[in-house]
């Protein structure tokens, strides 16, 4: 999640603009959740006919609503649904495949550090 939202990328040095940006990307994530969970069902109709699963791009939903965001805020109802619907659309149209059984190990790359087990506190 953070690599997604860039939560170490602010703009600006004081507390506040550090909130505002934390909070400002936690909320455009929640959106997008939503967003994403509308569109699994016509994800799920388009790809019925496919062997293999598909889902959304969560990461490209988010680079999409970033971009929109500012515009929901600014338009009157008549023009919020219609971006809402054209999200829909963009966010059912850019799919990726479900792999399933793709887990690898992590390569750690520094020793494990290992503690005396038999350590006793002096009380």
Known sequence: ??????????????????????????????????????????????????TIGYKSNFTQALSTMRD?????????????????SDLLETIARAVEPVRPGRKYPRNHKRAQRKFCLNYKPIL
């Open 1 to 50: 999640m953070k690599c997604r939202i860039e939560v170490e990328n602010f703009s600006g040095k004081s507390s506040l603009s550090v909130y505002q940006d934390f909070h400002a990307a936690v909320f455009s994530q929640n959106i997008t959740s939503i967003l994403v969970a509308s569109a699994r069902e016509r994800v799920e109709k388009a790809a019925a006919s496919r």
């Open 68 to 84: 929109t965001i500012v515009v929901l805020f600014r338009g009157t109802r008549k023009t919020i649904l219609r971006i809402i």
